[in-house]
């Protein structure tokens, strides 16, 4: 896993995934049992310090990748609360192998300082 920040506060998450034999919009069927087409976040935001318009964009290759899902990660509780799931489905199923990744975005400044703490993400079938 790769971490970086820039200068707009983005964060890159980079995960490398390991899916069954296939690819991406093309050669399998995306009601395959071996594809994955929503993602679950297990995360935690204290709405004192974590931007309110926080999301987890899910990106294919690169940074600016192919964007194949946009997961809202709101602040969970006003101090530091329970960790909660955040789940939305994917414009593409994953079949394959891939370098998927996530690019943590929210207005951050002087008031909000984080995005939020991310525990796991676990990619299924709907």
Same mark, same amino acid.
């Given at each position: 896993?790769?971490?970086? %920040?820039?200068?707009?506060?983005?964060?890159?998450?980079?995960?490398? !995934? +390991?899916?069954?034999?296939?690819?991406?919009?093309?050669?399998?069927? /995306? %009601? @395959? /049992?071996? %594809?994955?087409?929503?993602?679950?976040?297990? &995360?935690?935001?204290?709405?004192?310090?974590? *931007? /309110?318009?926080?999301?987890?964009? =899910? +990106?294919?290759?690169?940074? @600016?990748?192919?964007?194949?899902?946009?997961?809202?990660?709101?602040?969970?509780?006003?101090? %530091?609360?329970?960790?909660?799931?955040?789940? !939305?489905?994917?414009?593409? *199923?994953?079949?394959?192998?891939? @370098?998927? &990744?996530? =690019?943590?975005?929210?207005?951050? @400044?002087?008031?909000?300082?984080?995005?939020?703490?991310?525990? +796991? *993400?676990?990619?299924? +079938?709907?």
């Amino acid at each position: 896993m790769v971490t970086r %920040c820039s200068k707009d506060s983005t964060v890159l998450i980079r995960f490398l !995934g +390991r899916f069954s034999e296939g690819t991406i919009g093309g050669g399998k069927h /995306p %009601c @395959d /049992p071996n %594809c994955r087409n929503q993602l679950s976040i297990e &995360y935690s935001g204290n709405s004192t310090n974590c *931007a /309110p318009y926080s999301a987890v964009e =899910v +990106r294919l290759g690169g940074v @600016d990748g192919t964007l194949i899902g946009t997961i809202l990660v709101p602040p969970t509780a006003s101090g %530091c609360g329970p960790y909660k799931i955040a789940t !939305g489905q994917l414009t593409e *199923a994953l079949i394959g192998v891939h @370098d998927v &990744y996530f =690019v943590l975005t929210g207005s951050t @400044d002087s008031n909000y300082k984080y995005i939020g703490n991310f525990d +796991r *993400a676990e990619f299924t +079938r709907l």
